[in-house]
């Protein structure tokens, strides 16, 4: 029940266990009272900007967010029109392709909105939705990651790296985008065999329940959890600085599977400081994105595509281990091979 209540309540949770730790840092005279303010400062900043501009994560899931609920028969036709004109193996290649690339943009959290509607209408039975639904939010997950406006991963990476705003895909881009595509193709690879005659759609789970004030409380949300971040990562900082650090990066890369039981962007925060060498933040956040795809808690879009689908977590845990650990080991290789 408790366990319940806090993931219920994420935000506020990670909001209070950052101001203890910052208490903590305190007591301790790790950190002075006056970088206290500094740092408020830059937990209240940093959701609603990017480097000094005001374009921030907040701002784009409340715009995207009020876009797609104004318009959303409207978006919801064109796309339902476009799936009967593709088809449903090529539908769900370039729709995967697009919102896993495109959900950096829009951000992670508005992409899992359209995307668990979208998986909603497929004309499939619900044990092959599942396995839609879990290959394709692994391209979510790995896409929102290329710019901070993305996700919170993205948006804490780069506040405490102090770096530009395309930083991310610089770094990671070379082995997200190629990632995004063949997660997709594998998602209508799996799709072949399928009589779409024979499928079922879910529309009756439950309407389309956006509301303003639904996208108001998500954009609200979004804010309070990536400045409750922001001080949870600053109070981890002396423990990065002394363990994480200082592994090989072969080995933080394994370590971050636990990203797969706990919000990559919680690990995020507690795990990068600045002056990380590129081959550690490599093995590092590509370690913690494609982990985080393989259960439930592990990112925003399983969460919201599992609420919005009734996929419980064995369901979820079916599809999404063996694909991780196989996408895992293949990243694992990848980076070897480059480094």
């Known amino acids: 029940m408790l366990s319940k209540r806090i993931e219920e309540n994420l935000e506020a949770f990670f909001l209070v266990m950052g101001i203890i730790g910052i208490i903590s840092l305190v007591s301790t005279g790790l950190l002075k009272w006056k970088g206290i303010r500094e740092l408020a400062v830059r937990a209240l900043l940093t959701p609603l900007t990017i480097h000094g501009l005001p374009i921030g994560i907040t701002q784009v899931v409340l715009i995207a967010g009020y876009i797609f609920y104004k318009w959303h028969d409207t978006i919801s036709a064109r796309i339902l029109w476009l799936m009967r004109r593709l088809g449903l193996p090529r ?3 370039a729709f995967v392709t697009l919102l896993g690339l495109t959900s950096s943009i829009i951000s992670v959290i508005v992409a899992a909105v359209v995307f668990a509607e979208v998986m909603s209408a497929l004309p499939i039975s619900r044990q ?58 594998y998602a ?17 789970v439950h309407e389309h329940g956006e509301t303003l004030r639904s996208v108001l409380m998500r954009g609200l949300r979004v804010y309070v959890f990536v400045a409750a971040l922001e001080l949870l990562g600053t109070s981890f900082t002396p423990i990065a600085e002394w363990f994480f650090v200082k592994l090989m990066p072969e080995v933080l890369y394994w370590v971050n599977t636990i990203s797969a039981i706990v919000d990559n962007a919680t690990l995020t925060a507690a795990e990068v400081v600045p002056g990380l ?15 985080g795809g ?14 919005r689908l009734r996929i419980t977590s064995k369901e979820w845990a079916r599809h999404g281990v ?6 895992l080991a293949a990243y694992f290789i990848i980076l070897k091979i480059i480094a």
Do not use: W
């Not at 393989?294 to 609420?307: E, H, R």
């Open 322 to 327: 063996p694909l991780g650990a196989l996408m």
């Open 277 to 291: 060498d590129s081959s550690h933040l490599k093995y590092m956040l590509m370690g913690l994105l494609v982990s």
């Open 294 to 307: 393989m259960l439930i808690p592990g990112n925003i879009p399983n969460i919201v595509a599992a609420a």
């Open 128 to 185: 092959k939705r599942i396995e839609i639904t879990v290959i394709s939010a692994f391209a979510l997950g790995l896409g929102a990651a290329l710019t901070p406006v993305g996700e919170p991963l993205a948006t804490i990476a780069i506040s405490k790296l102090q770096e530009h705003p395309l930083y991310l895909l610089e770094l990671l881009g070379a082995y997200i985008i190629p990632g995004v595509i063949a997660v997709a193709a």
């Open 91 to 93: 539908f769900v290649f």
């Open 188 to 204: 209508a690879y799996r799709l072949r065999d399928v009589n779409e005659d024979e499928g079922e759609t879910i529309e009756d």
